[in-house]
Every structure is written in C-alpha cells, then in structure tokens.
C-alpha cells in the first residue's frame, strides 16, 4: 500500500478529512427571531444509555445561538435528492429565506424538514469547547424514520450511494465532467 505523508496544517486536515464519508444533516432550532438552521456533517451518536447524540459547531452559527436560546434542536437526515436543501442551509442568508422554499412541521417548537428521511429531537445537554467550533450534546427526545435513500459528502462534493460523481450532477447529464468543489 502507498503511503503518503500529508502537511499537518489547515489544508492538509480538510483534505484528509474529506475523506470521512458522511451523511448530510439540518440542524434545526428556534431561536429568537424564529427558525434557524444549520447544513451539518460533524454529527455523530455519542451514547446509548442515555441516548446522546453530538455536533460540531462554528462558534458563528447562527443556528448554535438558536440551540443556546431554545435549548433544543433537531437533526433532519437529508434524502439523497436534498442537494438544493443541503446547500440552501450551507448558507448565510436570512434564516427566513433558508426556510421559504422548505416545508417543514413544528415539533415541539422546532422546526423538522418535509422530505428528510430520518429526524431526530433532542434537548441540550451540555456544549463543551471546540477551538473555534463547540461540541453540542443532545438528549434525545423524540425521532422518526421516513424511509429513502441518504445524500452523502465525500472529497468535498455530493455523492449517493450508487454513485462517484455529485448527486445533482449525477441526475443531470448536462453537468457531467468533473465537479466543483464544495467549500465547508
Ligand atoms: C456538507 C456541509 C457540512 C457542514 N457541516 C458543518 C458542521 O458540522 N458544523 C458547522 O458548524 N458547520 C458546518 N457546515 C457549514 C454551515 O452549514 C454554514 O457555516 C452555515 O452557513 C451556518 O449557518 P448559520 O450561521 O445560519 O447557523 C457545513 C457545510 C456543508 C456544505
């Protein structure tokens, strides 16, 4: 096997770790000013007993100081044809506007995304520092399964299980060659 050394620097780490194949998650909250919510990957289950799950946060989310306000949230599992959902929340545009092309039932007073294929709501348990992002906790209040297939992230762009190239890319022929990357 070929060993490769990589530059430990801030470069070298995003491209290694864009090599950890995820799922592709909303976080979800109300914060003062109404819905908010986050594109996410840094999530992973963290305990059993009692049920815990934990998320990455940039310390300028504006959806974290929706979880600090409300102290809830919810992680919606994105479909596979969630691109557009995934890359609307990716952005910094009025939380208002994130939530204007997607439907979305309150659960609790938190918002949980139509077409998601997995959901789950969680009250804040702790949040523990993270250089320059936090790691929130969750306790696990409620959940739900929608059934469908996952949208996932891979060296930096959009994948489904069946496929090497972006999702979207994938579905559109006029977009095939090599994809664009997306920046986290
Ligand atoms: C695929 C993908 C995964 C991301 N994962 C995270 C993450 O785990 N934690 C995080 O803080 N930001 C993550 N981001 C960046 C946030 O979605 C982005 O900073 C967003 O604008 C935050 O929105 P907010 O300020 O309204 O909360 C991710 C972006 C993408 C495209």
């Avoid at 864009?18 to 819905?35: Q, W």
């Avoid at 102290?71 to 990716?90: C, G, I, K, M």
């Avoid at 007073?109 to 936090?134: N, Q």
Wanted: aromatic share 6%.
């Amino acid at each position: 096997m070929t060993q490769c050394a990589v530059t430990v620097d801030e470069r070298g780490f995003r491209s290694l770790m864009s090599r950890f194949a995820t799922g592709v998650t909303v976080i979800t909250s109300s914060g003062a000013d109404g819905p908010a919510g986050m594109t996410a990957n840094a999530v992973a289950s963290l305990s059993l007993e009692p049920l815990l799950v934990m998320i990455g946060f940039e310390l300028e989310s504006r959806t974290l100081a929706a979880v600090r306000h409300s102290h809830r949230f919810a992680v919606n599992v994105l479909a596979s044809d969630q691109e557009q959902v995934s890359r609307t929340f990716a952005g910094k545009q009025p939380e208002r506007e994130k939530f204007a092309g997607c439907a979305y039932t309150e659960r609790s007073g938190v918002p949980v995304l139509e077409g998601a294929i997995a959901w789950l709501h969680c009250e804040l348990a702790a949040v523990y520092p993270g250089g320059d992002h936090v790691i929130v906790v969750g306790s696990v209040v409620d959940m739900g399964e929608n059934g469908g297939e996952p949208l996932l992230f891979y060296g930096g762009d959009y994948r489904r299980l069946d496929s090497d190239v972006g999702a979207d890319r994938h579905q559109n022929a006029r977009h095939r060659g090599r994809p664009a990357r997306v920046a986290r």
